[in-house]
Antibody, heavy 119, light 110 residues
Framework: EVQLVQSGAEVKKSGESLKISCKGS????????IGWVRQMPGKGLEWMGI????????RYSPSFQGQVTISVDRSINTAYLQWSSLKASDTAMYYC????????????WGQGTRVTVSS | QSVLTQPPSVSAAPGQKVTISCSGS????????VSWYQQLPGTAPKLLIY???KRSSEIPDRLSGSKSGTSATLGITGLQTGDEADYYC???????????FGGGTKLTVL
């Protein structure tokens, strides 16, 4: 069974750093891209970027380029989304998604990681 | 402002049919596959339709997808109260080189 299991909820202060994770199981991890999607409270879905576990190729939305870093550790089938300095506006739910190609649909979604940043 | 335009809300009675539109341009819907996602309250989105009109596994044939030019449509027949959710369309935008979602449509089953 394919699963994407994300790390737990986080409560942080502005200026702090954070790294959340997404562990894939039930499939060959390197064969599928992992993307990240943000959903701010009461709002819609926003695509942040995507990484290929096979070669670590990464693509970012211009809206998030330079604001976050997407990475992957093939040895433990895990993708990451990290911030070096959080802002209150980073408060949101973050979902990881799996896709066969970087421009393809998202068949599997993680359960989401809620990030709350207080100022 | 989303690149893909969806109506903010739609509603219909149980048993009726509803359609949700998704309008884009030649750089996204016009030249790429569209997919549709359902997000029930408090849960992660779920894939309903991919490649414009193919149902994901275990999705009933009450749901259908279509595409014409730079617009796509999700149809749901035999509405049930359990269909109340937010629905999003999505596709790749070849000019922007990123994935884009519509703003989402809230379906109310009256």
């Amino acid at each position: 069974e394919v699963q994407l299991v994300q790390s737990g909820a986080e409560v942080k202060k502005s200026g702090e750093s954070l790294k959340i994770s997404c562990k894939g199981s039930g499939y060959k991890f390197i064969n599928y891209w992992i993307g990240w999607v943000r959903q701010m409270p009461g709002k819609g879905l926003e695509w942040m970027g995507i990484v290929s576990p096979g070669d670590s190729e990464t693509r970012y939305s211009p809206s998030f380029q330079g604001q976050v870093t997407i990475s992957v550790d093939r040895s433990i089938n895990t993708a990451y989304l990290q911030w070096s300095s959080l802002k209150a506006s980073d408060t949101a739910m973050y979902y990881c998604v799996r896709t066969r190609y970087f421009n393809s649909w998202y068949e599997y979604w993680g359960q989401g990681t809620r990030v709350t940043v207080s100022s | 402002q989303s690149v893909l335009t969806q109506p903010p809300s739609v509603s219909a009675a149980p048993g009726q049919k509803v359609t949700i539109s998704c309008s884009g341009s030649s750089s996204n819907i016009g030249n790429n596959y569209v997919s549709w996602y359902q997000q029930l309250p408090g849960t992660a989105p779920k894939l309903l339709i991919y490649e414009n009109n193919k149902r994901s596994s275990e999705i009933p044939d009450r749901l259908s997808g279509s595409k014409s030019g730079t617009s796509a449509t999700l149809g749901i027949t035999g509405l049930q109260t359990g269909d109340e959710a937010d629905y999003y369309c999505g596709t790749w935008d070849s000019s922007l080189s990123l994935w884009v979602f519509g703003g989402g449509t809230k379906l109310t089953v009256l």
